[in-house]
């Protein structure tokens, strides 16, 4: 009885190990130098680990092919996904080559039946739409068959049983930059990356440069069973043929996995180098060599003159100061670049002191690059000094400032780039869809809780001194995100800030910018201002409307004493709130833009009564300083200590390079 049980226990140890190698064998090639595949036909792996499948004999197949099978019986998962880079190299480049290659899931390893010219070393005459012979390639062809009712170009096909494909594409990848398609030359010889992803029921193949990331788009997209097609045991691997046309057929790199999770990436920098047709060198007459000589003269006084026309037009400002820095500056030349030599087609933006481009730098990082003009000499180190120290915060909810770029009378800043622009578009321009109250309220959170990290979370204070609508960011998930810090600098309690308090936008001024200058109070204010201006669909001041609504503090604290507080409410918003949570906000918007500094709440306070972790506090419209708004005018400001003659030019510039998030 005992050697009976230790049998069966042993019989399903083994079965389940061999369950489990079917389930999570894959493998990875960055180069087939020590590869162990099964090869015939003219394939061999070449040294530095290239895998050429043909050469340049005419009428020639050759076959690689993983050597352990993989078992699709249909009680497993029917998947599988690779990704594989080839390259198809003419005996000349720019000339016809052929016939193709063709990536292989087989039920042997053996195809010496296949033919070669249009059948690619795959199919022949007498297995051609043969069910028996449960055969998927999907082949990169560069021949037109007219039997084959192919496209007039090279093309991508899906072929099952048959060498007529189900179907085909000219060869393209998606561009994610440029939102179109972009063709690719089968026969340039560049390596072209291939990706074969089947998840049970959709087939998906993508192509794309080597240089370029997997499409987001797929080319051919093909809804098919191979569940009645594939026996339990196939093979994979790589065939392509030859005819009258002529191509080296290459493999650099092969990954192939059953789950998509687990499929590993290629490493495209160890990948071996195709070999490419050299040219016949061709003796020179003395005659040609002498006119080239002459030409070449004036060509390099030419070149020299261009090379001085880039130098000056990439010419940077550096100073020694700037070292600490060096790892946050940008060269201008690639900024540059990545904006299209700030054509205007990446122009997102326009304000008083410069405009706002959208940028796109390698590995397809997305940025917004604000071109600032300037003529301040002084202050420009602790201008820099603060960007850079800007750029260190770290929250979700801010816009984050990558670097700077300083180049003769230009100040360039670098940020992430929001994809849909700035709150305000949405809340007063009619083109726009209106964000509901849900929307509305979860930004108001995002906002709040990042100005609770700068008063409260980073190293040192940062006050913003300038929060409204238009400098609230919308990510890519609609999420609210801080920016704009033109304005914002460091809070020194013990610093004359006097002198240039009075910054910001009227209506979200506190009364005391004048006379106490700035401080995280002052911060609170501005964003009550912004809870009444989201709330309520209107800016803090209305001049064009009647003279008991024109300022929006006392509006709403008139309408709460009337008992008609939610008349207040933008009429976009329809009937999808929650009439108590708005009236919540109403009023936590009067106790932050209370007249007095002292009552109005800290911003992490305002972060728990938004989320509803703490009740407001007891007070009612006519607690003194609710409602009492008295706006901070420019003639105020003529009140305001005139800084030093020293440092005025560039205060003013730091005061006006204000271009409300990303300038639009």
Known sequence: MACRLHLVLIISYVHLICLSSQQDTEFVYN??????????????????????????????????????????????????????????????????????????????????????????????????????????????????????????????????????????????????????????????????????????????????????????????????????IFQEKMYVGFSASTGNLLSNHYILGWSFS???????????????????????????????????????????????????????????????WEKEYGPHRFSYKSLYKATNGFSKDCRVGKGGFGEVYKGTLPLNRDIAVKRLSHDAEQGMKQFVAEVVTMGSLQHRNLVPLVGYCRRKGELLLVSEYMPNGSFDQYLFHDQNPSPSWLQRISILKHIASALSYLHTGATQVVLHRDIKASNVMLDGEFNGRLGNFGMARFHDPRGNLSATAAVGTIGYMAPELITTGTSTKTDVYAFGAFLLEVTCGRRPVEPEMPVEKKYLVKWVCKCWKQASLLETIDPRLGRGFSPEEVEMVLKLGLLCTNAMSEPRPTMAQVVQYLNRDLPLPDFSPDTPGIGAFMPVSMVAESAIEVPSVRNSSFSMFVTHTILDGHGR
């Open 31 to 228: 180069g087939f130098d020590k590869a162990d595949l099964f090869i015939d036909g003219l394939a061999k792996i070449l040294p530095g680990g290239l895998l050429q499948l043909t050469n340049t004999t005419e009428l020639q197949t050759g076959h690689a092919f993983f050597k352990q099978p993989f078992d699709f019986d249909q009680s497993s998962s029917l998947s599988f996904y690779t990704h594989f880079v080839c390259a198809l190299v003419p005996p000349k480049l720019g000339a016809d080559g052929g016939h193709g290659i063709a990536f292989v899931v087989s039920p042997s390893m053996n195809l010496s039946h296949g033919s070669a010219t249009q059948f690619l070393g795959v199919f022949s005459i007498s297995t051609n739409a043969t069910s028996s012979s449960h055969l998927l390639a999907i082949e990169l062809d560069t021949v037109k068959t007219v039997e084959f009712n192919e496209l007039e170009k090279p093309h991508v096909g899906i072929d099952v049983n048959s060498p007529i494909s189900l179907e085909s594409a000219l060869p393209s990848y998606f561009s994610n930059t440029l939102g179109k398609n972009i063709s690719i030359n089968l026969l340039s010889g560049e390596p072209i990356q291939v990706w074969v992803d089947y998840d049970g029921f959709l087939l998906n193949v993508s192509l794309a440069p080597i240089e370029i990331n997997k499409p987001d788009r797929p080319l051919i997209s093909r809804s098919i069973n191979l569940s009645e």
């Open 258 to 320: 059953r789950s998509k999770e687990r499929l590993q990436s290629l490493d495209l920098s160890k990948l071996p180098l195709v070999p490419l047709p050299r040219e016949k060198e061709k003796k020179l007459s003395p005659l040609i060599i002498g006119l080239v000589v002459l030409l070449m003269i004036p060509m390099l006084m030419v070149l020299a003159g261009v090379y001085v026309y880039r130098r000056k037009k990439y010419a940077e400002v550096r100073e020694s």
